[in-house]
């Protein structure tokens, strides 16, 4: 399910996020890319489960922002980003 919900994007600063079930976001015809790398999330979700999604997710974020690097660095090293990135990518 699709929502638009700029405010609350905002907050993250990210222009779509997955919050299973739903995705949300900012634009409200959002870019193919866009499309596709939250669609990418989801089927990691379904795989993998949403606990283990989102802690390894957080807990990825988390260790990267402690070892010194930027918050655009850090999510960018999370290994779920990566395989977004790369699937995406691969298309
Ligand atoms: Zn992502």
Known sequence: MKVTNCKFLKIFKVNAIVLYPFVLYCDSCPDTNIVMH???HLKQIKRDGVIRFYTRYLVEY???R????THYQAYRNISYEKEAYDSARAT
């Open 38 to 40: 939250e669609s990418i």
């Open 62 to 64: 988390f260790k990267g």
């Open 66 to 69: 402690q070892s010194g690097m």
